[in-house]
């Protein structure tokens, strides 16, 4: 598959308080984001919004992949059975625990990940959920780049040499310019 499962194990990203229309372009960059550092997929909790849906398929079509969305499911629902199948939860969080200090136990630990960022105000319960809740800097920064820097500690930059099968399109890496090969 190219992708990281034999070395980090399942990543999923779990995105509450999605408001349609307002964070259709955050929560688009969570998912992009998730998917360019090799999670397997996002669960965006509680709303469907298709608009969302359709952008992020066009992209995973285009450059291909396995990566998945589920919507609608309540986020209290994808947690209890999260934890209920031995997977465990880093909730983001300006609140929590300095990223260089939390992420050793994180790594060391081979469970299945939920990873989750908020958008609005997250529930108490969150924390109380959490197996982990987890600071990129104790300043409030946006979930797109706190996302990021969560997954490149966790996966040590392994996300700089991932494949994605399937693909329609890939980009060739070059100095300038824009050099992409159409693969079908
Ligand atoms: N105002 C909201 C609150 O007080 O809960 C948070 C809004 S913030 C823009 C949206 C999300 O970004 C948060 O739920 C969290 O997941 C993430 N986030 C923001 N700052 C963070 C930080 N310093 N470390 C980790 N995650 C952060």
Request: aromatic letters at 8%.
């Amino acid at each position: 598959m190219g992708r990281h499962h034999t070395l980090a194990g399942q990543i999923v990203v779990l995105r509450l308080g999605h408001r349609i229309p307002r964070d259709l372009r955050v929560t688009t960059h969570v998912c992009l984001t998730a998917r360019a550092f090799g999670a397997d997929g996002i669960i965006i909790a509680d709303v469907v919004d298709t608009a969302f849906e359709k952008t992020i398929l066009d992209v995973c079509k285009r450059f291909g992949g396995s990566f998945w969305i589920r919507m609608g499911e309540p986020w209290r629902q994808v947690v209890k059975e999260w934890k209920s199948q031995g997977g465990e939860i880093a909730h983001l969080t300006a609140y929590g625990v300095p990223l260089p200090q939390a992420i050793e136990v994180i790594k060391a630990s081979p469970n299945p990940k939920l990873v989750v960022v908020g958008a609005e105000k997250v529930p108490g319960e969150m924390f109380e959920a959490a197996t982990w809740n987890v600071a990129v800097t104790n300043q409030p920064i946006s979930e797109v780049s706190a996302l990021a820097m969560f997954l490149d500690r966790y996966l040590e930059g392994k996300q700089f040499s991932l494949e994605f099968e399937n693909a329609e399109v890939k980009i060739i890496p070059s100095e300038r310019g824009k050099k992409v090969v159409n693969l079908t």
